[in-house]
């Protein structure tokens, strides 16, 4: 099925480079504000957010089953509420109005009047989160782990390869990117042979991860297919899921991440749909063993999304620290949605899915800086001089994302957050 607005031969009348992130094949949704209007839900053009209250205002959406309620609001919601092919037909609507061949000039004026650029807005967490979920997909990352922590010889725990493993997150500590995030204190114990002690954290990590973003799913009892999964998908977002890894090490038998998790989650503000996705899709890895028939799958289920982290210190350039790719992941997006349904358990509207850390298969890929700098034995080198372990007081991270092929570059923007000295 080719979606009209995924057309790599369509143009735009707004302006933008080339090599764009945002050409009119992406059109990605978020939330922002100016400094006279209220929170709205936005999609982005080149260094444009179209409006989209005021061109439903204009009447342009009157056929289509939004109101125009569902566009002035604090979060994306309510215009999810509408489901997968309602989206689909607004963003086809978007691309129609934003193409070239678009050439009555009313709708242009009007168009013009609901085009703002980047600079003038503010953006703002898109989702209201009900529920976080995050998984532990990537292979790479889950065996650096297991060398590291536990056995090299078993670096994987039995489960692993037959379950998309995951916890369940916290959703209030989810926050968008340039907010800010405090390094937290808690138990640690700096010196195993002692007992614990109360501090701040010595290790706070990120994590690169992506988020994906669900419609409403089915009634609780029910399972959501991995042939039906990608239907309950809105789209996906850059995700640092930061991490305490001292504070994590000492309170995780035996029921898992807790306090060193919760402290912040860090997401991008643009949500790229699934469906601008498509051209992206692409062949996942070989699972073995064969995985139970709940969570087998057809066609092409992983993305292409080319991935990078960097690290800015104020007196000191940024420094990129690892290059991945969410193609590494071994359990898929729709894998992971089957899992989490199969026992009956109910997806809402707006909940979040962590992908667990996207590691790949070369040291410079690896997904956090446990693994970069290798329990602190390797530390990475930056432009200053000084070195990274984990990350220090007021550095700040930044993950970036993006597809390209036949010459259409979409892309994620980027999460980005300063890590500021606990209170
Ligand atoms: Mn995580």
């Known amino acids: 099925m080719q979606i009209p607005a995924n057309n790599p031969a369509l143009q735009s009348w707004v302006p933008y480079a080339t090599d764009t992130e945002f050409p009119i094949q992406n059109l990605p949704f978020g939330i922002f504000e100016t400094q006279t209007s209220s929170k709205r839900v936005g999609v982005r053009i080149g260094d444009f957010v179209l409006d989209l209250f005021q061109i439903s205002n204009f009447g342009y959406f009157s056929d289509l089953c939004f109101s125009t309620q569902d566009f002035e609001q604090p979060f994306l919601n309510p215009m999810m509420r509408h489901g997968k092919l309602a989206i689909r037909e607004l963003r086809n609507r978007?691309?129609?109005l934003l193409s070239k061949d678009n050439n009555s000039f009313q709708i242009r004026k009007n168009e013009h009047q609901a085009l703002i650029p980047i600079t003038e807005i503010q953006m703002s967490l898109p989702v209201q989160i009900g529920d976080y979920t995050d998984f532990y997909s990537s292979k790479e990352h889950a065996t650096n782990v297991g060398v590291m922590f536990r056995d090299p010889a078993n670096a994987l725990l039995p489960n692993w390869l037959w379950i998309p493993v995951g916890y369940h997150g916290r959703a209030s500590s989810v926050i968008a990117s340039e907010h800010p995030v405090v390094r937290p204190k808690g138990q640690i114990k700096p010196d195993d042979n002692a007992a614990p002690i109360f501090a701040p954290s010595r290790q706070v990590d990120f994590e690169l991860e992506m988020g994906f973003v669900t419609f409403d799913g089915k009634a609780l009892g029910e399972s959501i297919s991995t042939s039906e999964a990608e239907e309950f998908i809105f789209g996906l977002c850059l995700f640092n899921d930061w991490s305490a890894r001292d504070i994590q090490k000492w309170e995780y038998v035996p029921l898992g991440p807790f306090l060193a998790k919760n402290f912040a989650s860090s997401m991008s503000c643009w949500i790229v749909t699934l469906d601008a996705l498509q051209p992206f899709a692409c062949a996942t890895p070989t699972q073995d063993p064969e995985v139970l028939s709940y969570l087998k799958f057809e066609g092409?289920?992983?993305?292409?999304?080319?991935?990078?982290?960097?690290?800015?210190?104020?007196?000191?350039?940024?420094?990129?620290?690892?290059?991945?790719?969410?193609k590494y992941m071994y359990w898929n997006m729709s894998q992971q949605l089957a899992h989490h349904t199969v026992n009956g358990c109910n997806v809402r509207c707006g909940d979040l899915m962590g992908s667990g850390t996207i590691s790949g298969p070369t040291p410079d890929s690896y997904g956090s800086m446990l693994e970069l700098a290798w329990k602190g034995t390797k530390p990475i080198q930056m432009p200053d001089g000084s070195e990274r372990r984990f990350i220090q007081d007021y550095d700040t991270v930044i993950m970036r994302g993006h597809c390209?092929?036949?010459?259409?570059?979409?892309?994620f923007g980027e999460v980005k957050s300063q890590l500021l000295p606990a209170n």
Not at 303 to 325: F, G, M, T
Not at 404 to 411: A, F, S
Request: with cysteine; hydrophobic share 35%.
């Open 94 to 96: 978007i691309s129609a």
């Open 404 to 411: 390209e092929n036949n010459g259409i570059k979409i892309g």
């Open 300 to 326: 092409n289920k992983s993305y292409d999304i080319q991935l990078e982290v960097a690290i800015e210190a104020p007196a000191c350039k940024e420094q990129v620290v690892s290059r991945s790719n969410f």
